[in-house]
């Protein structure tokens, strides 16, 4: 089992930045990779970025150049700064860890940006 617990969200002005955290706990040797996803208010959780094991990104095009997921695995935290951040970027922030036969979701945590 993982657990996985999520913070730093808030509320920010267009244009501005955050960066949310996320450490995991428990089973931490079998996560093969850590995700944040999103889900907007009447929308579907969307998939934002990935960081895997080996240090390998992957965002969305709608976070490409503005997002960045890094980790500290001395911590056993993944962080995603936010920068420029656009009103369509409202949604609660979910983050995730890959193991090997299961996902493991946090609670999620709020980030509203206003116009």
């Known amino acids: 089992q993982v657990q996985v617990v999520e913070s730093g969200g808030g509320l920010v002005q267009a244009g501005g930045s955050l960066r949310l955290s996320c450490t995991a706990s428990?089973?931490?040797?079998?996560?093969?990779?850590m995700a944040w996803h999103r889900q907007a208010p009447g929308k579907q959780r969307e998939w934002v970025t990935t960081?895997?094991?080996?240090?390998?990104?992957n965002y969305a095009d709608s976070v490409k150049g503005r997002f960045t997921i890094s980790r500290d695995s001395a911590k056993n935290t993944t962080y995603l700064q936010m920068n420029s951040l656009k009103p369509e970027d409202t949604a609660v922030y979910y983050c995730g860890a890959a193991g090997v036969a299961a996902f493991y979701w946090g609670q999620g945590t709020q980030v509203t940006v206003s116009s």
């Open positions: 960081i895997t094991r080996s240090g390998i990104t």
């Open positions: 428990g089973s931490i040797f079998s996560i093969n990779a």
